[in-house]
């Protein structure tokens, strides 16, 4: 298991094979922070920023914050000279209090409200990707106010359908997302934009969904938005200078995933829009992409302990842990599958299939279905969930009201501390009693 599969860069087997990362036992993780924890590789962090930064030469290779987005995590990425796309006020907020410069960030989302998209131009965002007419016409009023121009970008619904989970799919013509390309919304978008004087259309964002292998998807979605600027340019006399082809490659989460490297990936983006660039004569534009899952996904850990083992004759062995859908909706939400391991302590039993399952009041709480684990699992094990750094700890619900687990970082034997656990003052903190 060590540094292979989903498993973070300098995953390691050490004293008695416990699962290190970044030089640290999990055990002595478990014992100074608790668990459930989410444990960062920061080293599979910043190699895989530079991986994207590498493997997309001269694009600005943006941090789609959704996938997991503290202010710690938002510094890191920023050092690494990633811009940020943020998609609520509530992520934007995250992102300057990180310091984060705000002209590097990129406000996303199908229902921004008046309040964050004032907050926007108030502090100057750097693109905002419109979504909707009534938000086209919202900006322009909010814009007229402050007396600013806004620079923006049309969200297109290309037409493209990635194949992957229904809900993670969004480039398919029926979306909730963006101007659907085929019913002749992104050209009414672009003239209606064009009467709207305080908003400057620089360019066209599709993103056409999340965990996608293979590269034919981002291909398509290159072809089809550069074809449609350059149809631009000739019907409507508009050469915009910037495309967003967002996010979505996959990951590794088990040993069955097979995703695309980051430099073939990009290899096969730059040279698409090279030749369409030169097919269309259309001039080189500034090229953005998207990452949350790739950035931060490989790079994390949970770490949970077993409370219960229950071995039903002829039918499954239940394991329970002690944290479960309230950490990690996906299995339960998606039917995602994440790779788990023994992490205490190394172990020569058979393997056997066991059902590993959280604490909630729930038959779908799920951590992984029919898992080969070692035979002797026991009570006070840790068991190390692969490949959670995205679109858990963001999706984290308080359900059952199970405070949130905390989330440290790891490098060289050192460990900082990202998030804090919650506590039970926490949980009731917004409480109102009624008497
Ligand atoms: N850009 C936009 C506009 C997006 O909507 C998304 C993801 C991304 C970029 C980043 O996509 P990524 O590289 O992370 O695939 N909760 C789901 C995933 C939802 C993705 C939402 N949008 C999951 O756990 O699989």
Redesign the pocket.
């Known amino acids: 298991m060590p540094g292979t599969g989903p498993w973070p860069l300098t995953a390691d087997r050490g004293d008695g094979g416990v699962l290190t990362i970044g030089g640290v036992a999990v055990t002595d993780l478990a014992r100074d922070h608790q668990t459930p924890l989410w444990v960062v590789d920061e080293a599979d962090l910043r190699e895989r920023c530079r991986r994207y930064v590498d493997g997309f030469p001269g694009v600005d290779v ?1 941090y ?1 914050s ?2 997991w987005c503290t202010v710690g995590l938002l510094q890191l990425v920023d050092e690494e000279g990633l811009l940020i ?1 943020v ?1 609520s006020g509530g992520e934007m907020h995250t992102a300057l209090l990180a310091g984060v410069d705000a002209a590097k960030l990129i406000f ?1 989302g199908n229902n921004k409200s008046v309040e964050e998209l004032d907050r926007a131009l108030e502090v100057g965002v750097g693109r905002i ?1 419109c979504d909707s007419f009534d938000e086209l016409d919202r900006l322009q009023a909010l814009a007229v106010a402050r007396d600013v121009v806004a620079k923006v970008w049309l ?1 297109i619904t290309p037409g493209i359908d990635a194949h992957t ?1 229904e ?2 799919r ?1 480039g398919h013509d029926d979306a909730k ?1 963006g101007f659907t390309l085929s019913l002749g919304l992104a050209d009414d978008a672009l003239l209606h934009a064009q009467k709207l004087d305080h908003l400057d259309v620089v360019g066209i ?1 599709a ?1 056409i ?4 292998f293979g590269t034919d998807p981002f291909i398509a979605n290159a072809e089809v938005t550069l074809d449609l600027m350059a149809r631009w340019r000739d019907e409507h006399g508009v050469t915009l200078t910037e495309l ?1 082809l ?5 990951i590794r989460y088990t040993h069955e995933d097979h995703p695309v490297e980051v430099a073939r990936y990009g290899k096969a983006v730059l040279e698409t829009v090279t030749e369409r660039c030169e097919a269309l004569d259309f001039p080189w534009p500034r090229l953005i992409v ?6 931060v ?1 490989p790079s994390t850990i949970t770490l949970y302990e077993i409370g219960t083992v229950k071995p039903l004759p002829g039918l499954t062995t239940w394991v329970s842990v002690d944290g479960g859908m309230s950490d990690n ?2 299995p339960a ?2 039917d ?1 599958e994440h790779e788990v391991a023994l992490a205490s302590r190394r172990s020569e039993a058979e393997p056997r299939s066991v059902t590993v399952v959280g604490k909630h009041c729930e038959s779908g709480d799920l951590v992984r279905e029919h898992a080969p684990l070692p035979g002797d699992l026991a009570v006070g094990d840790l068991l190390a969930v692969a490949a959670t750094g ?3 700890a ?2 984290a619900s308080n359900y059952n009201r199970l405070p949130r687990p905390a989330a440290v970082m790891v490098k060289d034997g050192e460990v900082r501390e990202l998030v804090r656990r919650e506590t039970m003052e926490d949980l009731v903190r917004l409480d109102v009693p009624l008497r």
Do not use: C, W
């Open positions: 943006t789609a959704k996938a796309d998609a996303h990707v969200r989970h809900y993670v969004t997302f964002h993103h969904g999340s965990q996608i967003n967002g996010g979505g490659m996959g998207e990452p949350g899952r790739a950035i996904g909706i996906r939400l998606y995602a995205a679109y858990t963001s999706m």
